[in-house]
T-cell receptor, first 114, second 112 residues
Framework: EAQVTQNPRYLITVTGKKLTVTCSQNMNHEYMSWYRQDPGLGLRQIYY???????DKGDVPEGYKVSRKEKRNFPLILESPSPNQTSLYFC?????????????FGDGTRLSIL | QKEVEQNSGPLSVPEGAIASLNCTYS??????FFWYRQYSGKSPELIMFIYSNGDKEDGRFTAQLNKASQYVSLLIRDSQPSDSATYLC????????????FGTGTRLLVSP
């Protein structure tokens, strides 16, 4: 089954404790992206990757890191999480980074930073 | 001005009616437009996409695009209670590569 898999689905942690949210897709998609969703603000892009070893900042990259060493994986790293990073996070992928490609979303990760 | 604007709702319609959801965007260079449905606590699910002016129909759903007026709409015919969700409009800016900007969504409530 074609899917985007995120782990963990839920995480409660404390300020400053490094964490990684994994994202994996099995569709051989070139393009992957991370979003956060907050009430009243909608989905905002954090980082994206056009292909292996190619990543770039989205609209809200501060406090986050990503890497794309393999085509299927695109982990999101919070080196020193803070409470303002409490949010619902989604990973998404599309076949290419070209205009018009529909994005497919993972099930989401709900992070609470205390 | 937000780049992609949607009325937050809720938009309430009775079962069997037509639900009309609207979205306006600010970037005239935008080239592709998407509608996603999101149930509470779930991930966005692609319903339709449209690139050209006019209407595009898929089952009970019709997307309408008017680039001159910078709006895109989604019509849901024969609305069902299972259609109750938040509908997100997403616009791909015409920068030559994937750059989706999402609206904050319209909540639709379909009453039996």
């Amino acid at each position: 089954e074609a899917q985007v898999t995120q782990n963990p689905r839920y995480l409660i942690t404390v300020t400053g404790k490094k964490l990684t949210v994994t994202c994996s897709q099995n569709m051989n998609h070139e393009y992957m992206s991370w979003y956060r969703q907050d009430p009243g603000l909608g989905l905002r892009q954090i980082y994206y990757s056009m292909n292996v070893e190619v990543t770039d900042k989205g609209d809200v990259p501060e406090g986050y890191k990503v890497s794309r060493k393999e085509k299927r994986n695109f982990p999101l790293i919070l080196e020193s999480p803070s409470p303002n990073q409490t949010s619902l996070y989604f990973c998404a992928s599309s076949r290419t980074g070209g205009v018009g490609q529909p994005q497919h979303f993972g099930d989401g990760t709900r992070l609470s930073i205390l | 001005q937000k780049e992609v604007e949607q009325n937050s709702g809720p938009l309430s319609v009775p079962e069997g009616a037509i639900a009309s959801l609207n979205c306006t965007y600010s970037d005239r260079g935008s080239q592709s437009f998407f509608w996603y449905r999101q149930y509470s606590g779930k991930s966005p699910e692609l319903i339709m996409f449209i690139y050209s002016n006019g209407d595009k129909e898929d089952g009970r759903f019709t997307a309408q695009l008017n680039k001159a007026s910078q709006y895109v709409s989604l019509l849901i015919r024969d609305s069902q209670p299972s259609d109750s969700a938040t509908y997100l409009c997403a616009v791909n800016h015409g920068t030559g590569f994937q750059k989706l900007v999402f609206g904050t969504g319209t909540r639709l409530l379909v009453s039996p």
